[in-house]
């Protein structure tokens, strides 16, 4: 009676399986929407490289400006 029962189950999760559903045809989708999400993700515009631009600029330059007054600084009066 056990064995009949889970045979049974057995049976109607292969038929399950083997028939193509609406789960497995949106599975197949996904990947796509993904991608579409990812290519429109990566859109840059002109004013997102413009901010990531200034962005860098204003954490190097500060430096740029330290290192270059020092050696000004270190040439005036060193080797006048």
């Known amino acids: 009676m056990y ?23 949106e599975t197949e989708e996904i990947p796509q929407k993904r991608n579409d999400a990812k290519s429109a993700a990566m859109r840059l515009t002109f004013k997102d490289i413009l901010a990531m631009t200034i962005a860098v600029l204003s954490l190097v330059l500060p430096y740029v400006f330290l290192i270059g007054g020092a050696a000004v600084l270190f040439m005036f009066l060193f080797l006048r």
């Not at 064995?3 to 045809?25: C, F, G, H, K, Y």
């Open 3 to 25: 064995n009949n029962r889970r045979v049974q189950e057995d049976l109607e999760r292969i038929r399950r399986a083997n028939q193509p559903s609406e789960r497995l045809r």
